[in-house]
């Protein structure tokens, strides 16, 4: 125990000797791991609202009135058979006139001025859920043959796939950079280890002098790596978890999107990013250990400082 205390103790030492730059490497850690973390977090609000508009309904076919126009009597019924019976095809259901005005009064509830209107002029129409949000297109494109039944076609499938994209962009834009600064962030721990490994160069000597392995030299160096990477998961994990908090609280006034992640992914993802964010400053260490503390290559005994860390 009074070993691992000492190696506890020794790498608190070197934080505290570097600690501009050791500020800067867990600064590097921290934004590397704050973009992709937030570029996951984005993507999983995109995946929630895309699953909730899919589950809904997908096509809407405005109909003109019944008796006018050439519009047969019972041609609404007529035209909701036939869409039940597409394989693209869910569900189909019919909204009428009545409902329509009912439905319409909810959703302008607080604006009594829109309210102010003659019922009548709100159409019936065909509402549609698909198997599949992919295949909107094949039946608007049948929906389009009932030009004189159908007086508009609405869809979602555009909206969506426009969320899709806009998921894609923003998670190979926070892959990339989270990527670049990842490989600064390794980089800058292995020269925040090796300026150490500089700074100690004598005592590190007389460690190996007296017999010190150069497993029991190098793990306070790899502790050092450590910390900072997982101070920096941990400051961007805060960060993005705090933010998204925020966001749901904003998000609560919105009504049509919605902005709440649980927090079971924000507990799985974290304990990844942190373990990822330690994992990323243990091989800082051992990048920037890997030029020194080598063993002599004839088995000779090592006499003097400048013998032990020959590279420097």
Do not use: C
């Amino acid at each position: 125990m009074s070993r691992f205390a000492f190696l506890i103790r020794e790498a608190l030492i070197n934080l505290r000797r570097n600690l501009l730059v050791v500020l800067g490497a867990v600064l590097a850690v921290f934004i590397s791991l704050a973009l992709a973390f937030g570029a996951l977090v984005v993507n999983q609000l995109l995946r929630i609202n895309t699953l909730a508009w899919q589950d809904g309904v997908h096509v809407i076919a405005f109909l003109n009135d019944e008796g006018s126009d050439g519009v047969a009597t019972g041609s609404h019924d007529a035209l909701l058979a036939e869409v039940q019976g597409w394989s693209e095809v869910a569900n189909a259901f019919k909204v009428d006139k009545a409902q329509a005005w009912v439905e319409y009064q909810e959703l302008f509830a607080d604006r009594p001025d829109y309210l102010d209107i003659d019922p009548s002029v709100l159409p019936a129409s065909v509402r549609i859920e698909l198997n599949n949000i992919d295949l909107y297109r094949d039946v608007q494109f049948r929906l389009a043959d009932q030009s004189q039944l159908i007086k508009r076609v609405v869809t979602f499938g555009e909206q969506i796939e426009q969320l899709s994209s806009l998921s894609t962009v923003l998670n190979l834009l926070g892959l990339g950079l989270a990527f670049v600064l990842g490989v600064s962030a390794v980089i800058l721990i292995a020269n925040t280890i090796r300026m150490a490994i500089y700074a100690r160069r004598d005592e590190v000597a007389i460690m190996k002098l007296v017999g010190a392995s150069n497993w029991f030299v190098r793990i306070p160096f790899i502790l050092e790596g450590m910390i900072e990477g997982l101070v920096g998961a941990g400051l961007a994990v805060t960060t993005v978890w705090v933010a998204s908090r925020n966001l749901r609280t904003l998000g609560e006034t919105i009504e049509i999107i919605s902005f709440s992640i649980s927090d079971r992914f924000f507990v799985t993802w974290g304990i990844l990013f942190l373990v990822f964010g330690a994992a990323a400053g243990v091989l800082g260490s051992v990048l920037g250990l890997s030029r020194y503390l080598r063993d002599d290559e004839g088995g000779r005994p090592v006499t003097s400082a400048r013998r032990v860390l020959e590279p420097l």
